[in-house]
């Protein structure tokens, strides 16, 4: 007997005569004139197939519902003529079933799980296996499945070793606060889950590995963010012996590798920027290169203004940016007051706006420009007649520039200048080392405290560490920091110095680092590596917007499971083994 077992997906016009067994869900059901139509769906596809009235099993068919499991055996026989259904790729055929076994029934499922319905999040969350039959899903963690093996076999060709990294282990620092995990034996202490494997990545390079990289789970214990998860996962990879330039070669080639791979498409060679060419020029660190619109630096036209806003600004050391808007003279003044209001929540005090229209220029602030700061903003914005330009001033240059920098991609928005099926990657470079952390007001790292300083710059740690820059780099595409990295230190003592400079004393370097800082006094090798947000990649690769529609079973916008209901309390015993005690519900 030839093979009858075939997939949902499979048949086609020359499978006609043939006899085949589909198993699957029912994706649509609908009663014609005397004959059941069913849609049959499992994870290659969907055939349909009919139920005619002689048949013994129509009794059976007529109480089916969606979702519910089916075995078919039947012929395989062309559509009649003008049926066909060109969006199927086995729209050409049906199977007339001629046994049908009910493998299991389904509730009714709370949402159409066969249209891309707009459903509400937590509602697929909370049914995700439900969700996650539905195509889009089904597509999105395939191609998932794509890059990761993708990544797999370029750093096998490289002879890089995949090695498991531990997952209860002792704080390392990644900016966020550690999840924590009592230890039953050893009571009253905790392993934490790790911010990154980092530290445990370069003992692998004491170790003597040279070539590393992990598909590597992370756990930070952040504020709630839209855009985050508790847990992701990253490509880490650590090498040996080896420069910067080493590093961002290995990853840019990557990525090539996977976009040409998985998406079939070449990526040009990655821009280069140093981190203050990209705050220049864009605004942030992490800016979107699918289009242009440069910011300019306007302080010099408003030198002797009169204009206090601008003024006191540039007296206090800030600066006065410019970004242009194509085709913005035509918005309305609504448009503008809309658009100061998204300069708010960007953290601008406010927003000073000029229509170039060609019936005169309209501004905000009229009445304090002259006719010659008109011409020479134009002149500095590149800015044309049909245009508008913006001006963002602070006391603080760096906040009057990333305020410039997001109202750039709001622009960039607007004007259709973000497609996502374009993809512009970018490196950053040359980040400074240390920056003050705005909640404690203490100098913390840009990176992580395993970054080494730029070539010759050591010294300044002791001298002026405000001035240092480190050899620090970031992948950015289409506006997202997709990972970051760097060359670290490998010398024990200028770690040790580096722990000190942070404020922690010998005790808490002991304490926390003491088993590195070791580790790096028995012939720690030079090396660097870095680590690529997965979800964000594979988010980017499918053209989603969320990171959430990439991931299996994703805690939702609370950092919650909804499907399981995680975290949730547990019984008093389990606490009592572990010696803990609740103080505040
Ligand atoms: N451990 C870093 C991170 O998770 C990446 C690296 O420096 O390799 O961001």
Redesign the pocket.
């Known amino acids: 007997m030839d093979k009858v077992r075939t997939s949902c997906g499979a048949l086609r016009a020359p499978d006609e005569g043939r006899r085949a067994e589909l198993c699957g869900w029912i994706n649509r059901r609908r009663d014609h004139g005397g004959l059941i139509f069913v849609d049959l769906r499992d994870r290659d596809g969907v055939t349909q197939i009919v139920f005619d009235p002689q048949n013994a099993n129509f009794r059976d068919a007529e109480h089916l519902r969606h979702e519910d499991v089916l075995k078919v055996r039947g012929n395989v026989r062309r559509r009649p003529a003008g049926t066909e259904n060109v969006r199927l790729a086995t729209g050409e055929v049906e199977v007339a079933v001629a046994e049908l076994e009910i493998l299991n029934r389904s509730a009714v499922p709370p949402f159409q799980v066969n249209a891309d319905d707009t459903v509400d999040e937590n509602l697929r969350l909370e049914y995700r296996y439900l969700d996650l039959r539905r195509n889009r899903m089904q597509e999105n963690l395939r191609v998932r499945h794509r890059i990761v093996k993708a990544m797999r076999d370029f750093f096998d060709a490289r002879e890089f070793v995949e090695i498991e990294t531990p997952m209860l282990i002792k704080s390392t620092p990644?900016g966020a606060r550690d999840y924590l995990v009592p230890s039953r034996v050893h009571p009253g202490t905790f392993y934490a889950l790790p911010q990154?494997p980092?530290m445990l990545k370069q003992i692998l390079m004491v170790a003597g590995f040279g070539r590393y990289m992990q598909i590597a789970r992370?756990m930070r214990d952040e504020d709630q963010r839209a855009d985050r998860q508790p847990e992701f996962t990253?490509l880490?990879v650590?090498m040996s012996f080896c420069t910067e330039d080493d590093v961002l070669e290995t990853m840019e080639s990557c990525m090539r590798y996977v976009w040409k791979t998985v998406l079939g498409l070449e990526l040009a060679a990655f821009p280069r920027l140093s981190h203050e060419e990209a705050i220049a020029k864009y605004g942030l660190d992490k800016p979107d290169l699918r289009f242009g619109l440069e910011l300019s630096d306007a302080g010099f036209i408003f030198e002797d203004t009169e204009f206090v806003v601008f003024r006191s600004a540039l007296e206090a050391g800030g600066a006065v940016v410019a970004l242009r808007y194509p085709g913005g003279a035509s918005l309305s003044r609504r448009d503008f007051d809309a658009l100061t209001e998204a300069a708010r929540e960007f953290g601008a005090k406010g927003m000073v706006w000029l229509a170039l229209g060609s019936d005169g220029v309209k501004s905000s602030a009229a009445k304090f420009l002259s006719d010659a700061n008109v011409v020479a903003l134009r002149a500095a914005a590149g800015a044309e007649t049909g245009d508008a330009i913006l001006l963002f001033a602070d006391p603080r240059p760096e906040l009057a520039y990333a305020v410039a920098g997001k109202m750039r991609n709001e622009v960039g928005q607007r004007c259709g200048m973000r497609d996502p099926s374009q993809y512009a990657f970018c490196w950053v470079t040359g980040f400074p080392y240390l920056e003050v952390d705005e909640a404690t007001g203490k100098p913390a790292p840009a990176?992580?405290p395993f970054t080494a300083p730029a070539h010759g710059q050591w010294d300044l740690i002791d001298t002026d560490p405000q001035k240092m820059r480190a050899q620090h780099y970031d992948m950015v595409l289409n506006g997202y920091e997709l990972?970051?990295?760097?060359i670290r230190n490998h010398v024990a003592e200028f770690q040790r110095k580096v722990f000190k400079r942070l404020g922690l004393s010998d005790e808490q370097i002991e304490d926390r680092f003491g088993f590195f800082i070791e580790a790096l006094t028995y012939g720690a090798p030079p090396h660097g590596?870095?680590?690529l947000g997965v979800d964000r990649l594979v988010m980017l690769a499918c053209g989603e917007t969320s990171i959430r529609d990439v991931i299996a079973f994703p805690k939702n916008q609370a950092f919650r499971d909804v499907m399981m209901d995680a975290p949730s309390t547990v019984p008093e015993q389990s606490l009592r083994d572990l010696g803990l005690r609740i103080v505040t519900p």
């Open positions: 990644e990154s980092q992370c990253q880490d650590e990176h992580h990972g970051s990295g760097s590596g870095m680590a």
